[in-house]
């Protein structure tokens, strides 16, 4: 078995590293929650790992802040797989009575889910930030919502609603806009007006940010098909992020 838990732009070293080091018939599991973007488009990181390893990969996807998960707090997860038998297999090995996993036969959205909800919780930042409270905070993750799957089936028509109801949909979405690093960079951004790159470097001890590298791939990838005025939250945030636009945009323009 192979785990892969690190950000995105390391993947296709660590592919490299492994290339001939590992059996046939090893399986492969994606924890990161982010996507690949290149010229032609748009890959999935579980796509990645089986193009260049040519061995089957599940991913692992929920409402699952590191800390929380590490002090055995309880909370469920989303394992989506191809193969029933590889999403049975992980799903015993992750499974404890505090980490409960479901298994779902939809890899894409449940990779897409975990990458996309992180923007969105930049905007669940942002709304705390400027003290818009409760009602915004919801609104913003509906609206969110709506965009993640509007986005996911655009892409894939395969992608399937009931996944939004799992732990790596609607769950990671609430988890991630009430605490987790984009949530908390993204205030900081509004109460001390500094760039989003410098609250990363002073604020995560080396960790990266996935939201705003995120909205940037999600900014690349509808630009170029001239669909931004479709998803209208997410390319407020991308704006908020990378071109000096004013937080309070973030109610403004959706
Ligand atoms: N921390 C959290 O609460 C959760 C994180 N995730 C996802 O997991 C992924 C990783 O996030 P974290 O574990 O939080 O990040 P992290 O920063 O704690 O860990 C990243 C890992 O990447 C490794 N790394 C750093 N530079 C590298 C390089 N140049 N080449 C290869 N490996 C390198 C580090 O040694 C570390 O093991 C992200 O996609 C994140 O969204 C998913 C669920 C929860
Ligand atoms: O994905 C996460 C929790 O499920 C972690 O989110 P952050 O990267 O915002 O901390």
Redesign the pocket.
């Known amino acids: 078995m192979r785990g892969f838990?690190?950000?995105?732009p390391?993947v296709t070293?660590?592919c490299k590293q492994l290339r001939g080091r590992i059996r046939p018939d090893a399986k492969a599991i994606s924890?990161?929650?982010?996507i690949d973007v290149n010229e032609d488009g748009f890959r999935l990181i579980t796509d990645m790992i089986q193009e260049s390893l040519h061995i089957k990969a599940c991913v692992l996807?929920g409402a699952?802040?590191?800390?929380e998960?590490a002090e055995e707090k309880f909370c469920e997860t989303t394992i989506g797989y191809r193969v029933r038998a590889d999403g049975e297999l992980f799903r015993d090995i992750f499974h404890t009575p505090s980490f409960r996993v479901n298994i779902v036969e939809d890899v894409i959205g449940v990779e897409l889910c975990?990458a996309l909800k992180?923007i969105v919780a930049i905007g669940g930042g942002l709304v705390d930030g400027l003290k818009l409270g409760d009602n915004t905070k919801a609104a913003l993750i509906r609206i969110g919502l709506y965009e993640m799957r509007k986005f996911s089936k655009m892409f894939y028509s395969s992608v399937m609603d009931e996944t939004f109801f799992e732990s790596c949909g609607v769950a990671d979405l609430i988890t991630t806009c009430a605490g987790?690093?984009n949530r908390k960079v993204a205030e900081a951004h509004v109460t001390t007006g500094k760039s989003f790159d410098q609250l990363e470097q002073e604020m995560l001890n080396?960790?990266?940010l996935?939201g705003t590298s995120t909205a940037k791939d999600m900014f690349d990838i509808l630009s170029k098909r001239g669909l931004l005025h479709e998803f209208p939250l997410m390319t407020t945030i991308y704006r908020i992020c990378y071109e000096n636009l004013p937080p309070m945009r973030i109610v403004e323009d959706i």
Do not use: D, T, W
Request: glycine share 16%; no cysteine.
């Open positions: 838990a690190v950000h995105n390391f070293s660590i924890l990161i929650k982010g996807s699952n802040i590191a800390s998960v975990g992180n987790g690093r080396g960790q990266k996935q």
